[in-house]
């Protein structure tokens, strides 16, 4: 166990340099394809019930895909810390509903709705870096982990090409995820 924390620290660092040295330009447009590819999701397209994280300046443009789902009439949940390790799930009907929140993260204003995880029918799963075999590097707080343990909806990491690795240290507790998407396209997970 604490080699494998030496090592998903050491590949979180080294992901986190090759991030800072993305071109913005590619940002932009690998953004743009991930956001094509996850509405396209038929999965996305039956659901009622989105959860997505809203994305800090380095990762993926989530703004996008919330755009989109408030456009489509889905009801959308944005994760919110609540406690150490801890995150629950709350709809957010318009931008004027986030507010700064722990780590820096826009989260939901208070007064916001809870959404149960029964009540999701897709997740996007934000990550540091992942493989395509659903195998994903978060950052190390085990907020997903833990919230998506029990889940019963699919769950797509969003990842740009350039960072995805081949292999990702992982142990019993870290999920796999049911799919990858990034600019190259959609990797579902056998």
Request: proline fraction near 5%.
């Amino acid at each position: 166990m604490i080699e494998i924390d030496g090592q998903k620290e050491t590949l979180r660092k080294k992901a986190k340099e090759k991030v800072a040295m993305l071109p913005e330009e590619y940002c932009t447009r690998a953004d743009e394809q991930i956001f094509r590819y996850a509405v396209s999701l038929p999965e996305y397209q039956d659901a009622e019930t989105i959860f997505c994280y809203v994305g800090t300046k380095r990762e993926i443009n989530t703004m996008l895909i919330i755009q989109n789902a408030w456009k489509s009439g889905k009801k959308l949940g944005v994760p919110k810390c609540i406690a150490k390790g801890i995150m629950e799930v709350y709809e957010i009907k318009c931008p004027d509903d986030l507010q700064n929140g722990a780590y820096g993260i826009l989260e939901p204003k208070k007064g916001c709705t809870c959404i149960e995880p029964e009540e999701i029918d897709l997740a996007f799963v934000p990550c540091v870096t992942c493989s395509k075999d659903g195998r994903r590097l978060g950052y190390g707080g085990g907020f997903y982990d833990r919230y998506l343990e029990w889940a019963d909806f699919p769950k797509a990491a969003l990842c740009r090409s350039a960072i995805m690795e081949d292999v990702i240290p992982t142990d019993v507790h870290d999920l796999r995820m049911d799919m990858v998407i990034s600019e190259e396209g959609i990797f579902r997970v056998e």
